[in-house]
């Protein structure tokens, strides 16, 4: 996850943590492709339209908060290219009233024009920014077993895991056998039409958000999959070559997948965050002082602003810390998953690591 991404996550929760009452927090979100001048308007009218609210409360709250937004959108000359949103809010904390002005200039667009009053501030958008973007889905196969798995950033999610009756191979000769072996293809071809239909129940309606279908589970079976199911064209389009062995077809089996699923999608986290380990491992392996890791040790190098990038794991202590000093130093960071084989070796290091400027 950027750092970027990191922090926005973090404001998020900061804002989801505040709570008012009734109509003390205003929400505005204005997308990059709103004028600015009909923003200011808008916030005017309803200004002049809080007269109108019953609770004395309610209304003071209301119009100091849209003063408030008021007085800072006459400042900006244009709306910021991803544009810009307003969470302003009066809190009562121990009979004292808590004045909350956050102004929050997102990584990404925004989408739509918002303007919401209530007990608590609305993050939606910002936490649809925080999702990561691609989702892979990678799909197990063996003789009569399906297995599905989404794969979204570095969190591998099991979406189906399902059985399909088949019947075994017969020790039987001649005709019996031949009889035999034609029900267990016939049955087959079921459970690979069951499969294709399963598919396009699931991706079909988001097809366009599915960076990439991987097969995986016994090579045979999924390759015959392919070559005799009826798969819609636009699932059968985003299927990847690569074909991952898996010896067993589950949930465990996803987690195995993912791994080398990462070394075929470069555009996924995973492999940014596997190149930096490995990166980080031949560094270290050769001996070279470009590298370091450890709290101490990583902190230390950071302040003396030698660090050119820190590798952490998501649920280290030291994260919230991090988030708010690299910036300072003009220092990247990139957080990995705890799930994958990178984070778990990154753990043993202590959870976290470094590259050096010098």
Not at 59 to 73: P, Y
Request: glycine share 6%; proline share 3%.
């Amino acid at each position: 996850m950027s750092l970027e991404r990191q922090q926005l996550k973090k404001k998020i929760a900061q804002l989801k943590a505040l709570k008012g009452r009734h109509s003390s927090f205003t929400t505005l979100y204005i997308p990059p492709t709103k004028n600015l001048t009909d923003v200011i308007n808008f916030v005017r009218t309803e200004l002049a339209g809080t007269d109108n609210i019953k609770s004395k409360t309610n209304r003071k709250n209301v119009a100091d908060n849209l003063t408030a937004i008021l007085s800072e959108l006459t400042k900006i000359k244009e709306i910021p290219p991803n544009g810009i949103a307003f969470f302003f809010g009066i809190q009562e904390e121990g009979g004292t009233l808590k004045t909350i002005r956050e102004i929050v200039v997102p990584p990404s667009p925004i989408a739509q024009f918002l303007y919401i009053c209530g007990r608590e501030f609305d993050t939606s958008e910002l936490e649809e920014m925080v999702k990561p973007k691609s989702l892979v889905v990678i799909v197990l196969i063996e003789g009569g077993k399906v297995t599905i798995g989404y794969l979204r950033g570095k969190h591998i999610e099991l979406v189906r895991d399902e059985d399909f009756y088949i019947i075994g191979k017969t020790r039987a000769g001649g005709q019996s056998a031949r009889r035999y072996q034609r029900i267990r293809e016939e049955k087959m071809q079921e459970f690979f039409k069951h499969v294709a239909k399963l598919l396009s129940e699931l991706l079909l309606d988001n097809i366009d958000n599915v960076d990439a279908i991987v097969l995986g589970g016994n090579t045979i079976r999924a390759q015959e999959f392919l070559e005799k199911s009826d798969l819609d064209y636009r699932i059968r389009e985003k299927i990847v070559d690569t074909i991952i062995p898996v010896s067993v077809v589950d949930e465990t089996g996803l987690l195995q997948a993912m791994k080398e699923a990462s070394r075929i999608l470069k555009e996924t986290e995973i492999y940014a965050e596997r190149v930096a380990w490995d990166k980080f491992m031949e560094s270290l392996m050769r001996g070279e002082n470009t590298v370091t890791y450890g709290e101490k040790e990583v902190m230390a190098a950071l302040r003396e602003g030698r660090v050119e990038e820190v590798l952490v794991v998501e649920d280290s202590p030291m994260l919230d810390d991090l988030v708010n000093e690299v910036t300072q130093y003009g220092t990247k960071l990139l957080v990995f998953s705890s799930q994958t084989e990178s984070g778990a070796q990154l753990k043993s290091f202590g959870g976290i690591a470094a590259r050096l400027r010098w």
